[in-house]
């Protein structure tokens, strides 16, 4: 499978606690993008790496969020002391360039769900 | 500022019967894209169409087709044959520079259920 591979795909955790998520992107694709989706919603941007250097932050990624790419390959997302409003499917994309047509677009994963107790 | 509206309820069709998705846009850019995501409960997005503002032509991919209408600001999505495997939740996006050239801004998404 040579698509965006996410993991967990599930996790449930106290408030308090903090999680981690892992993405490994399509291989050939330098841009890796971390999106946020709630239930009734379309997915927000949150973050955005080009290689291992992260160029865009949204506002709704608090001090307790944190991204990494360290060799531009996988990322991880990082959320600290997790609030039940955390709860929500954390979705990681990727792309060869900036999404700017039929070839250029974002191939998303399938999603990793958390839920916050 | 930058906005993506999809209004329609959950919608149900027949099962080989045509469907028409409703997205309507807010936009100063000049330069901008339009894409369509497909959902279903397994929860990948699934890229199916796009439109460049620039672009001359309604685009298609398959039994996917955009109905652009630039002076109106739409960009609706019209599924042709339906078929049971459809059914998913449907997203308008947008990409420009004023929400920034690497971010793709979603609607709320539409919710489509084939039946047979």
């Known amino acids: 499978d040579t698509g965006v591979s996410q993991n967990p795909r599930h996790k449930i955790t106290k408030r308090g606690q903090n999680v981690t998520f892992r993405c490994d992107p399509i291989s050939e694709h330098n841009r890796l993008y971390w999106y946020r989706q709630t239930l009734g919603q379309g997915p927000e941007f949150l973050t955005y790496f080009q290689n291992e250097a992260q160029l865009e932050k949204s506002r709704l990624l608090s001090d307790r969020f944190s991204a990494e790419r360290p060799k531009g390959s996988f990322s991880t997302l990082e959320i600290q002391r997790t609030e039940q409003g955390d709860s929500a499917m954390y979705l990681c994309a990727s792309s060869w360039r900036a999404p700017s047509s039929r070839g250029n677009t974002i191939y998303f994963g399938e999603g990793s769900w958390l839920t916050v107790v | 500022a930058q906005k993506i509206t999809q209004t329609q309820p959950g919608m149900f069709v027949q099962e080989k019967e045509a469907v028409t998705l409703d997205c309507t846009y807010d936009t100063s850019d000049p330069s901008y894209g339009l894409f369509w995501y497909k959902q279903p409960s397994s929860g990948e997005m699934i890229f199916l169409i796009y439109?460049?503002?620039?672009?001359?032509q309604n685009a298609t991919e398959g039994r996917y087709s955009l109905n652009f209408q630039k002076a109106r600001k739409s960009a609706n999505l019209v599924i042709s044959a339906s078929q049971l495997g459809d059914s998913a939740m449907y997203f308008c996006a947008m990409r420009g520079a004023y929400y920034g050239n690497n971010r793709l801004a979603f609607g709320k998404g539409n919710q489509v259920v084939v039946i047979p």
């Open positions: 439109q460049g503002s620039y672009d001359q």
